[in-house]
DNA sequence: CGGAAGTTTGATACCGATCAACCGATGTGG
DNA sequence: CCACATCGGTTGATCGGTATCAAACTTCCG
């Protein structure tokens, strides 16, 4: 949990076109190398923040997987998303000064820890930044009108149907295969995401099995019909 | 839908502590004024913008009352949020410089525009604008994982507490009674919101009737007891 | 190796969706 | 101004999808 005083470049960093903003000049690319502090390892099972702690910085995700999620007293938890490397996390703090979500390692993780009020000084100086700190939150804005979409329209086979495809697509635009995936999250975590029960997310998984959509061995999933799936997103509640 | 070229201000607006810093200099505020372009006048039942859209601005809304929602090609409708005076639109335009949902107004409305370039230009400027733009995009994001609670793990009559607990709330903020209100959205606006059906949206209003927790006429609420409400959101699905 | 955690599958219950009928309010044109 | 059409809302009956409860199995990990 110790912060770990390394010194870190974005200029260089393989992940950059997903974290910052593209087409900087060397000078500004030099500037940005600054947002970065350090960065942390997390633990699998561990924490990077709270719910209630104050928030300092946001996390940019180097190595590993993360799930965010909210909690309340009488003992009801929902998670609100499944974050892997390039995604940023920690926007929620920004409004009240403290976190108001617990964002948990599912894998031995990295971060790259950028202080706001650094990033806020460095995106007055360099407009690129800026837009981009503005598209990021506006992402995650965007991103969650289509989670709600889908919790508040969709059915079991639907909303599984949809995880899959937006995971794979997630992983592939990172260089992984568009058809094999290993899910870092139990059950019960992809039903607390999509409002569903973990036994109806195994009896589903087991339903697109029994279909031939997709092959499961544990965590490993294999989509054997991409199209399949996309069908059953896009199917109407039909009548 | 013509714009209106009015010059307004926001220094004067009595609607500022809601949509702008507090706590500016004379001199800042006097630039503030310069992020509302003009105002526009919006009909009810009338976009104010529509998915696909060009991005060029957000909006404070000033009076009236406005739903957003998106509509997938097979014919599903999800209303996102529904917002009042004083409340800022729009920002789900900014990562794709398109808009990705509608914003139709419930009633006659006005908004400012402010152009989202002079925003970013003057954010650069005044700090305390460029901090307040970061907290109403967190803010709007925080209001978004609330909403996937409620659509992940409420029961009906829950959710239902939690929207007639949110919609005064933020009507009391803004001066109006704590137990009354007058809905400007259909049940089945209200449905899509909170992901039932419009029957049970009105079955719900009608066991609340029974219990005696609210009076309903129409559209007109009169909340009788709040601790209820409030008991029926926090009760754990008890088992 | 043993226990805990995670997963699958079955049986049953229940909440909310669906289908349908009716009612009341609103608004429009003759 | 009234007749009538339309839209929104309520209520009832029934159906179906997911939750719940339960048991057995597998995998993981100390």
């Known amino acids: 949990m110790k912060p770990e005083a390394i010194k870190v470049a974005c200029s260089n960093c393989n992940l950059r076109e997903l974290c910052m903003p593209l087409g900087l000049s060397t000078e500004e690319l030099n500037r940005i190398d600054d947002v970065v502090a350090t960065r942390r ?75 706001f009020d650094r990033i806020e000084e460095l995106s007055r100086e360099v407009n690129a930044l800026q837009h981009h700190v503005h598209k990021i939150m506006s992402r995650e804005i965007v991103r969650e009108h289509g989670v709600m979409l889908l919790l508040g329209s969709m059915r079991a086979e639907e909303r599984l149907a949809a995880f899959l495809l937006n995971l794979v697509q997630r992983l592939h635009a990172r260089g992984f295969s568009q058809s094999e995936l290993v899910l870092r999250m139990t059950r019960e975590e992809i039903g607390s995401y999509l409002g569903l029960k973990l036994e109806t997310v195994s009896r589903t998984f087991s339903k697109f099995v029994e279909d031939g959509i997709v092959e499961v061995r544990q965590r490993h999933v294999r989509i054997l019909d991409t199209d399949a799936l996309k069908r059953i997103v896009n199917a109407q509640s039909c009548h």
């Open 41 to 115: 390892k997390v633990k699998r099972g561990t924490p990077l923040f709270r719910n209630g702690e104050k928030f300092t910085s946001l996390y940019a995700i180097r190595t590993g997987f993360f799930k965010t999620c909210i909690a309340t007293e009488d003992g009801r938890d929902q998670v609100t998303g499944f974050q892997m490397a390039g995604e940023i996390i920690g926007l929620d703090g920004i409004v009240n000064d403290q976190h108001t979500c617990d964002a948990v390692a599912l894998e031995d993780a990295e971060v790259c820890v950028m202080p």
